[in-house]
């Protein structure tokens, strides 16, 4: 019988990396806030911890992933959607793996090392100014592409929920499931 939901495994990875990535973005807003010192340090060191955890809950989410169970597509979806859900998807995970490489390589380029909280520092091993702002500018487009991408996935999500009425928001929130089929 196919499956009608996501495994808690990959429900659980997906919650947590979607509130990390949220918050890494939200550290990422606050930075250029803070005046120069101790408070922008930690809240650099913040979101490069943050980033860090996204990398590496990737792993373990792509395995979850890759050993199921995983949905197949809504009934009457057609192939177009289809598609466009599985991009959608693919894209997510390339993000969700470049974003936090370029922001190890940018902190490699820095003027400085970067402080993680006191807990370790990113040697600044090829500090250079241009690579610093090409990689720098890397990672800002970057996390506006992975932005965009989980409003498309989120907008999508709601589409379902809301237009269609059918389970697709229930795969990984399951107390969303409807008592009786959509008509």
């Known amino acids: 019988m196919p499956t009608t939901r996501f495994s808690t495994a990959n429900i659980i990875l ?3 990396m979607a509130l990390a990535i949220a ?3 939200i550290l990422a ?10 408070g922008r340090t930690a809240v650099l060191g913040s979101h ?3 980033g860090l955890a996204v990398l590496a809950l990737l792993l373990p989410r792509l395995l979850a992933r890759l050993r199921g169970p995983v949905p197949g597509p809504v009934p009457g979806t057609s192939a ?7 991009a959608t998807h693919v894209l997510l995970y390339v993000l969700m793996l470049a974003q936090p490489v370029t922001g190890i390589a940018f902190a490699l380029v820095r003027r400085s090392p970067t402080d993680v909280l006191g807990l370790f520092a990113i040697p600044n091993l090829f500090a250079d100014d241009t ?3 090409l ?4 990672h800002e487009l970057l996390a506006n592409l992975l932005l965009a991408t989980v409003a498309l ?8 929920f809301f237009i269609r009425r059918d389970d697709v928001a229930a795969r990984m929130i399951p107390v969303l499931v409807r008592d009786e089929p959509a008509s």
């Not at 930075?31 to 101790?38: E, F, S, T, Y």
């Not at 177009?80 to 599985?86: D, F, G, N, Y």
């Open 29 to 38: 807003q606050v930075i250029d806030l803070v005046p120069r010192g101790p």
């Open 131 to 133: 690579l610093r702002r």
């Open 48 to 50: 490069v911890l943050v």
């Open 14 to 16: 997906h919650w947590t």
């Open 23 to 25: 918050a890494a973005w």
């Open 153 to 160: 996935h989120v907008a999508a999500t709601l589409f379902h």
């Open 135 to 138: 990689l720098g500018e890397t």
């Open 80 to 86: 177009w959607e289809t598609r466009l859900a599985a």
